[in-house]
C-alpha cells in the first residue's frame, strides 16, 4: 500500500467509497471541490495496482485543522488503513505549522470513535442532532500535534 496525494483522476473512485460509506455520502462535486480547496490536504490509499483503497481529506485555516472525510472501502477496513491515512495527514499538517486538528464523528460509531482515540485525539464536545440518516449526535473530537514549545509525535 502507498499514500499519496489525490487527484481529481480519483474523484469517481472516491465517490465509489464514499457512497458505500455515509449514509449521507457527497457528492463527486463535493469531493472534486475538496481536492482544490484553499488550506485542503486529500491523501489516499492505493493498493499496487493503483486501486484506491481508501481517503483521507483535511482543512487548514492558519494553525488549526479539520479532518472533513476519512473513508476506507468496506472490504478492506481492519486493516490499517485509516489509521495510516489519518497519521499520513497529521504529519502533513504538522509539517505546515498546524498545531490542533478536530474532527466530528458519529456518537454511536464506536470503532471510529477508538480508533481516533488511540491516535491521541480526546473528545472536547458534542453537536446534539448534528448528523441525518438517521438523526444522530455528533462528538467533536480534538488533538494536538505541535505545542507552542517542541513538536509532538504524530502517532
Known amino acids: 500500500m502507498t499514500i499519496e496525494p489525490?487527484?481529481?483522476?480519483?474523484v469517481a473512485e472516491m465517490a465509489g467509497i464514499e457512497g458505500v460509506s455515509f449514509?449521507?455520502?457527497?457528492?463527486?462535486?463535493?469531493?472534486?471541490a475538496e481536492l482544490v480547496a484553499w488550506g485542503a490536504t486529500a491523501l489516499g490509499a492505493f493498493?499496487?495496482?493503483?486501486?484506491?483503497l481508501g481517503f483521507v481529506c483535511t482543512r487548514m485555516v492558519l494553525d488549526e485543522a479539520e479532518v472533513t472525510r476519512i473513508a476506507v472501502a468496506p472490504e478492506?477496513?481492519?486493516r490499517g488503513i485509516a489509521r495510516a491515512l489519518l497519521a499520513h495527514a497529521l504529519a502533513a499538517l504538522a509539517g505546515r505549522g498546524v498545531r490542533r486538528v478536530h474532527l466530528e464523528v458519529r456518537a454511536a460509531n464506536v470503532?471510529?470513535?477508538?480508533?481516533?482515540?488511540?491516535l491521541g485525539f480526546e473528545t472536547t464536545g458534542m453537536r446534539r442532532g448534528y448528523f441525518r440518516d438517521p438523526e444522530e449526535d455528533a462528538m467533536l473530537m480534538s488533538r494536538v500535534i505541535l505545542s507552542h514549545k517542541r513538536p509532538r509525535p504524530v502517532l
Do not use: F, K
Open 6 to 10: 489525490l487527484g481529481a483522476g480519483e
Open 23 to 32: 449514509a449521507v455520502p457527497w457528492p463527486p462535486e463535493s469531493l472534486r
Open 47 to 52: 493498493d499496487p495496482g493503483r486501486a484506491l
Open 76 to 78: 478492506q477496513r481492519r
Open 111 to 118: 470503532a471510529a470513535r477508538a480508533l481516533y482515540e488511540s
